[in-house]
């Protein structure tokens, strides 16, 4: 079974300047989350969704991040304008159900440097 | 608000010297919590859910045990491959709430 994919593996920008990630979630999972997560912590939770609605956005700074799930299945996660503190892992989960069982399938993320 | 507490945030250990990690936790309404494993470079991986006080789980040297307030995670007889941080999460009514974890070294 293939996991939760997710690209650019890394990414280097300057403050202010705009990026874009991508996840594709482990098939038939219609639970999907986004998660930052800063050098020497615990992942926070950002945004999930449950096909193709918003569950939870509490902890999403939305004045500069946003996210969207197209049809159900792939996600795009994007900042823009990039400032210095959003350096971090930004890890996409799946699961199948809402989590009930707490088994959430992470890929391996993306590690963003805002310099 | 929902919180959880790891410690020690590092452990040292010599290959076979068994030991446990802490996660207390403050939440409304435990509707699980949960322990992860997350070597450099990867997502975190599951390994264990707790529903209730008294509650156990087993796999290969990773015990997990639950009470009303929190979680130990012990490992018996580890091995270098054992060496990775170990998250604990907890969920209430809301989101999932991670601490911080347990990095743990274990020596040959």
């Known amino acids: 079974e293939a996991g939760v994919a997710q690209s650019p593996r890394y990414k280097i920008i300057e403050k202010r300047q705009s990026v874009a990630f991508w996840c594709n979630p482990i098939?038939?999972?219609?639970?999907l989350y986004w998660y930052q997560q800063i050098l020497g912590q615990g992942p926070k939770l950002l945004i999930q969704?449950?096909?193709?609605?918003?569950?939870?956005d509490s902890q999403l700074p939305k004045d500069r991040f946003s996210a969207e799930r197209l049809k159900g299945v792939d996600s795009t996660l994007k900042i823009q304008p990039a400032k210095l503190e959003d350096s971090a892992v930004y890890l996409c989960?799946?699961?199948?159900?809402?989590?009930?069982?707490?088994?959430?399938?992470f890929g391996e993320g993306s590690r963003l440097t805002v310099l | 608000e929902d919180q959880v507490t790891q410690s020690p945030e590092a452990l040292r250990l010599q290959e076979g010297e068994s030991s446990s990690l802490n996660c207390s936790y403050t939440?409304?309404?435990?509707?699980?919590l949960f322990w992860y494993r997350q070597d450099p470079g990867k997502g975190p991986e599951f390994l264990f859910t707790?529903?209730?006080a008294g509650e156990e789980k087993e796999k290969e040297r990773l015990k997990a045990t639950l009470t009303k307030k929190e979680s130990f995670l012990h490992i018996t007889a580890p091995k270098p491959e054992d060496s990775a941080t170990y998250l604990c999460?907890?969920?209430?009514?809301?989101?999932?709430?991670f601490g911080t974890g347990t990095r743990l070294l274990v020596s040959p």
């Open positions: 989960a799946s699961s199948f159900l809402d989590m009930r069982t707490g088994e959430l399938f």
């Open positions: 098939s038939g999972h219609a639970t």
């Open positions: 969704f449950q096909n193709n609605g918003v569950v939870d």
């Open positions: 939440v409304s309404g435990l509707r699980g």
């Open positions: 707790l529903y209730s």
């Open positions: 999460a907890v969920r209430g009514f809301q989101k999932l709430v």
